[in-house]
Every structure is written in C-alpha cells, then in structure tokens.
C-alpha cells in the first residue's frame, strides 16, 4: 500500500508527554484533530507548541502516551503516513538558486507525483506567483517564500498540515493572503493545525483554539470574544 493508498480523517491524542531529561516539554495533552478543521495552538515560547506539531509530525516520539491516525499508530504505517502529512516550518526548504517553478518541480519529484509540471503550474497559480514562476527564488520577498514554501508543503495533498509561525516577518497584504490560502486548504478536507503568536492573523481562519502553558494544553473556551481576549482569559484560568 503506498501513501496515495492510505487515507485517516482524525487525529487522535491521548495522555501525550515529552521529556527531555529533567525538562518537561508537554504533559498530559490529549485531544482529537478532525477533517476540516483548521486548529491553532496558543502559548508563549518554550510553551511545547513545537514539540507537539513533532510529534505530530512523526519526527518525534513521545516518552509517553500515544498519537493515532485514523485509529492506526505510526509505527505500524511508517511511510505510508508520512506521505499524508505536510509540514512548513521555520526553514522553508527552498532552494535560492532555482526559480519557483524549478522548486515545485523538484518537490513534486521527490514527492512521487507524475503529473509533476501541471501541479507545479497550479501550485504557482494558488500561490499567485505565475508571473515570477521563471524567477529565482533568492529575489523573492519574504512573503513571496512563504507562499511558495507553503505550496511546497502541500503539494502531495496532505491530510495533515502542520505549521510553525506561518506568519512571522509577513506583511499585511501577504498575512491576508497566507490566511486565505490556509482557509481553502481546511475547506477541501485537511487537518491544519498551526502554532502562532499572531493573534490578528489567525482572527477568523481558527477553528479550534487551544492554549498551552507549561507543557499542558486546554481548549480555549469560546466566549464570544477574539482570540486575544480569549487566550488572556486562558491564562489567567491556567495560572489560577
């Protein structure tokens, strides 16, 4: 059975901890990540948001407890599941030297897929980027990478996108088009979940929000208000 083979619809966390010798990364979390929704993690740094979207990732192991994915664990679908998950992190894995349409290309290589240069030109068209498609990377703006990168990331069509800081050093007019892309890819039927700080970016695209502190993770309750005003409201719960 290959990747494109192997297909889940939720993500299943139960009593998950990470430690790194003395140090507690995460402890206890448990939650489930569904089809379709778009599930931001809240929390300042050190917080374990990383070490969870790792986990999730298959990159990491937890010292305790279990993820499944649609019902099976890992190990037992090893790169069958890794074929379903997208990840865009703080390095984006271009390469400055090739133009975008080279980048996609290249991925899509490695990815497996064989209709290699049509999914190329349609990645470009979602990242709006046709017009720079023969342009090398390295004269991208840092919101022209990001769109690519993100592109990049999903062009296996993923079930599971996992993002970290997606946002960071994004200008307003790239943070609305980053959003807007995320929205559609949760729409079509992906797992998103992303770690961010960026509260007004992610204002209106999160399903699911949930903060962490210290390792724990809570869902944020939904009170009507933003997403900043619920996260203050959050840590004041977890500190009381």
């Known amino acids: 059975m290959t990747s494109a083979d192997f297909d889940f619809d939720r993500v299943e966390v139960r009593d998950v901890s990470r430690h790194y010798g003395r140090r ?19 929390g ?23 993820v499944t994915y ?25 390469y400055g030297d090739l133009t975008a349409r080279e980048n996609l290309e ?16 349609a990645a470009l068209a979602a990242a709006r980027l046709e ?25 296996h069509r993923p079930r599971l996108v996992l993002l970290d800081e997606p946002f960071t050093g994004l200008d307003d007019a790239s943070s609305v088009a980053l959003a807007g892309r995320l929205t559609s890819i949760r729409a079509a039927g992906a797992i998103v979940v992303m770690a961010t700080h960026d509260f007004d970016s992610a204002e209106g695209i999160v399903t699911h929000a949930w903060h962490l ?9 939904d009170s009507g208000g933003t997403l900043r005003e619920r996260y203050r409201a959050a840590t004041r719960e977890a500190r009381a």
């Open 106 to 121: 290249f991925f899509g290589r490695l990815y497996g897929l064989t209709e290699v240069a049509g999914t190329a030109r």
């Open 24 to 42: 507690r990364a995460l402890a206890h979390v448990t939650m489930d990540l569904d089809a379709g929704q778009l599930v931001g993690l809240f």
């Open 131 to 155: 017009d720079r498609a023969n342009d090398r990377v390295s004269s991208f703006s840092r919101g022209m990478r990001q769109r690519l990168a993100l592109e990049r990331a999903v062009l």
């Open 213 to 221: 502190s210290d390792g724990r993770a809570a869902p944020m309750r």
């Open 44 to 66: 300042p740094n050190g917080a374990g948001k990383s070490t969870l979207l790792s986990i999730l990732s298959t990159l990491m192991q937890p010292t305790r407890g279990a």
């Open 70 to 94: 649609g019902g099976q664990p890992p190990r037992a679908l090893a790169e069958r599941l890794r074929g379903r998950i997208g990840v865009l992190g703080h390095d984006l894995f271009l």
